[in-house]
Each structure stands twice: as C-alpha cells, then as structure tokens.
C-alpha cells in the first residue's frame, strides 16, 4: 500500500497551523499474489503429487470388498475425513495425510459386493472435515455421509462444472498477450483472486465466480510475448484468498 503526504490545516486558538499527514492511497491492483506460489499451483502440486497418486492407485486394487479399502487407507497412514457416499455400489472417501489430499471413488458389484473400479482423483472440493485436517486440527472419522456431498464429490462436481470450463478453454484462446487474458476473465465475469506466478513466460491465476473457482496456466513464447499453451484446471489447492471469495459467496446464499 502506498502513503500519501499532505498537509492538514488545524485552527489552533486563531492560529492556523498546518501539519503534515501520510493518508494511505489503496493500489489500483489489489489482487493477492501468492506468498508461496508452489503451495497453491496446481501445476506444482501435481507433479510433486504424481508418486504418491500412483502408490495408492497400485495399493487399492478391485477385486476386494469396501472394509478392505479402510483397512488398507489406514494401514498407509491415511486418514478418512469425509465419507461422501457409501451406497451397496458404490464407495467414497476424502482421504487426508500430511499436506495431500485425494478422493477415493470405489464402485462395487451388487452380488459379488467385490470392487470392480477404484479411482484416485485430486481432491478438488474438500469437505469441511478435510479443509480443517489440512491445516491440523484433530479430524474424527467421520459419524455418517457427508452432507450436501455433491457440493464435494469429484464424480458429481465435474459434470457439472464440465460446459462452465469449456466456454473459458474457448474464450481463453492462444496466441494473445498477457494483458488479453486478464481483460477477459473479468468481461466473463471472473474474479482474479490468486497471481500465483507472473513471469516473462509464465502467468498464472486462481479465478472465482459464485461458488466455482479454476486455475488458469499460460506459457508465453519469449520473443512475440504471445501465449503458445493456455490450461484451464480445476483448482484444487487454493490461496487464501480464493478460500475466502468463495466463503463469501456461499455466506451469501
């Protein structure tokens, strides 16, 4: 924030007397850019996520039946924060240790009661218990189903949210200077509430609009200073203040 110099006259007794003053003047730009920018980028935590996505990928192997899948969670060190859904056919767990996070989507056989699918997604909307594991609070297993779970299911959220981040895929063409991209997403609608990274050939933002927020990535060519890649991701580790606008909408409704 800059500060502003002026003077402000006091009348004093009959006496005029100016004094001097800093009044703070608010940047024109008052979008947070990230402090720890690989904490939050998608494209960081992703890579950096990719061995342990495959560990447990290779660990919850179908065939079995559902006590399997918590024993073995369990047994790797995970903790269950959120049953989503737990159906005779179907399976779902946000699974927190550490820093990571990942859903765990078991579909079953209804006569065999044996797993004949079991996917590991990034876990992109986290249930409340999750979001408070992530930052260290005591988190029980959970009592029951989640409430309200397709507001945090992978599975339902993006069919959903599939048509919203088509159009911006669409709108969010290549070839275009950095300051194209911003003017966009605001016309569009969008919030820019994370610069996680502003580099000569790398830019990117977390976007929010109601209660939906992506990740968007632009490589830049070094010498036209036009985009040669642009990436439209769900957003599944979030700066604060992206955590924030969305809290403020879901306050709101």
Do not use: C
Not at 169 to 179: I, M, T
């Amino acid at each position: 924030m800059n500060a502003k110099a002026v003077l402000i006259s006091i009348i004093l007794g009959g006496v005029i007397v100016s004094v001097p003053a800093t009044i703070p003047v608010l940047a024109a730009d008052s979008t947070t850019k990230a402090g720890n920018p690989g904490d939050y980028s998608d494209r960081d935590r992703m890579n950096s996520s990719e061995d342990e996505k495959k560990q447990l990928e290779q660990a919850l192997k179908t065939g079995e039946e559902k006590d399997f899948y918590r024993r073995e969670l369990e047994k790797m060190g995970w903790q269950i924060t959120a049953v989503n859904y737990n159906k005779p056919d179907y399976l779902e767990y946000e699974i927190v240790k550490g820093p990571s996070t990942y859903e765990v989507q078991a579909t079953f056989d209804k006569n065999s009661h044996k797993a004949n699918k079991v996917d590991v997604e990034w876990n992109m909307w986290k249930a409340d218990a999750t979001e408070k594991a992530l930052k260290g609070q005591k988190v029980d297993y959970p009592r029951g189903t989640t409430t309200n779970a397709s507001r945090y299911s992978e599975r339902d959220k993006m069919k959903s949210s599939k048509n919203e981040k088509t159009k911006l895929e669409q709108a969010l063409k290549s070839g275009e200077e950095k300051d194209f991209y911003r003017r966009e997403l605001e016309k569009m609608g969008w919030q820019i509430t994370s610069v996680n990274y502003d580099k000569p050939d790398y830019v990117e933002y977390e976007i929010v609009k109601g209660p939906s927020t992506y990740e968007v990535q632009l490589d830049f060519a070094k010498n036209s200073h036009k985009s040669n890649k642009v990436s439209v991701t769900y957003n599944g580790w979030k700066a604060d203040a992206t955590n924030k606008a969305l809290k403020e909408t879901q306050a709101r409704r």
